[in-house]
């Protein structure tokens, strides 16, 4: 290989752990390998420059047995081989070994060179609360479905639940420009019942439209949403990239809180001996991505998702990391009124809860069914004391 120019690098580097499912004799080789496979990505023994094997390769800080032929790794990377872009963040945490079987990205942690280079959520935790002007108790959510309603039956909906309190109504994520639905129609109508509704209710709900779209249409339909009066927008960045939805997060001209849906992101977190971890799939890498709140599927609902781990994401969504704000938990996915004190204890009052055709099920009153929902919220929240139960 041709000599490469001297090296100068600022020394510092951020931490990823891997859980690496694997014979004992074998782990050490294995965890080497993810240290070259997410850097140079080359024959380690033709590397000839000492600079380059000591400077730019990953470096294995610690490995620890966590279990039956389970353990936990701990590398280390230059800063520099991040660069300035998520994008390649994301390609040295998992890159290439997110190819390669029972190896599971758990955690990753910056230095404030590093992390300072996001902006992380515009809102967060606090910000969204403020913007909602509620704060004694966990914000409610609800989305507007089903697929197949025309903007003006969808619009009536919005209304309905505005004015039984919801404070953050969506889209459904299944919901985008179709020509049943457009777009534009459906984002005019329905931001004009919300506003509707506000006026008489003097809260302040949010709309937020799903601007998931072809690359070249999102910053289009995020103007035109928020033209048209949307209180925020719902994104899934598995769908169209976790940059995309950070450079909506960073557009000063658009500065609306977003809400961050898990589709197409499953398969990543479902194997326990592979993928991602629920803490850095739906916490920490939505947070860079400036996402103020993360959807999930909650424990007990029509998802498989655990106690455990849903524990695991509200802690990624919540930890220290540096300058980026913390996020609000969104547990979703088939609940149901009757499961709001019990969701309430687990998750704290710094929770959106998230219950949509279960308000519909209630009978044929559905701003009063929004009106029981908020008591109810109310009403456990100061049961509990707002305290998270570590159960």
Not at 217 to 225: G, H, P, S
Not at 352 to 375: K, P, W
Request: hydrophobic content about 40%; glycine content about 10%; aromatic content about 6%.
């Amino acid at each position: 290989m041709p000599e490469p120019s001297a090296l100068s690098l600022s020394g510092e580097r951020f931490n990823a752990l891997y859980h690496i499912t694997s014979p004992a004799a074998e782990v050490e080789a294995r965890a080497r390998d993810i240290c070259v496979e997410q850097t140079v990505e080359f024959p380690e023994a033709l590397i000839t420059s000492a600079a380059i094997r000591d400077q730019i390769i990953g470096r294995l800080e610690s490995v620890e047995e966590i279990g039956p032929e389970r353990f936990a790794a701990r590398i280390s990377y230059p800063i520099e081989a991040a660069g300035r872009e998520l994008t390649q963040l994301l390609n040295v945490l998992f890159g290439n070994i997110s190819i390669k079987p029972r190896v599971r990205l758990v955690r990753f942690d910056l230095p404030n060179t590093l992390s300072q280079v996001y902006k992380g959520p515009r809102f967060g935790q606090a910000g969204l609360r403020d913007l909602l002007g509620v704060h004694d108790r966990p914000l409610l959510c609800t989305a507007i479905k089903p697929m197949g309603l025309s903007p003006t039956e969808l619009a009536e909906l919005a209304y309905q639940l505005a004015l039984g309190g919801i404070d953050l109504i969506k889209d459904d994520h299944g919901l985008t420009d179709q020509s049943f639905c457009p777009f534009d129609e459906r984002i005019q109508r329905c931001a004009e019942a919300v506003a509707r509704a506000n006026a008489e209710t003097d809260k302040r709900c949010l709309y937020l439209p799903n601007v998931s779209a072809p690359a070249g249409e999102i910053d289009a339909r995020a103007r035109l949403a928020k033209d048209a009066g949307a209180g925020g927008y719902l994104f899934c960045p598995g769908l169209c990239g976790l940059d995309a939805m950070r450079r909506l997060a960073d557009d000063d001209s658009l500065g609306l809180p977003i809400l961050s849906h898990p589709a197409f992101q499953g398969s990543y977190c479902l194997d326990a001996d592979s993928g991602i971890a629920h803490a850095v799939l739906y916490g920490q890498l939505n947070r860079l991505g400036g996402a103020d709140a993360t959807i999930f599927p909650n424990w007990g609902g029509r998802f498989s998702y655990t106690k455990a781990e849903c524990l695991d994401l509200v802690d990624g969504a919540t930890r220290d990391m540096g300058g980026i704000s913390p996020i609000l938990p969104v547990p979703a996915g088939g609940m149901r009124l009757e499961r709001v004190s019990e969701m309430v204890d687990f998750y704290g009052r710094d929770v959106i809860l998230l219950i949509g055709g279960d308000l519909h099920a209630q009978g044929v009153d559905l701003v009063e069914s929004c009106r029981r929902f908020e008591r109810l919220a109310r009403q456990s929240s100061a049961a509990t004391g707002g305290m998270r139960s570590m159960k």
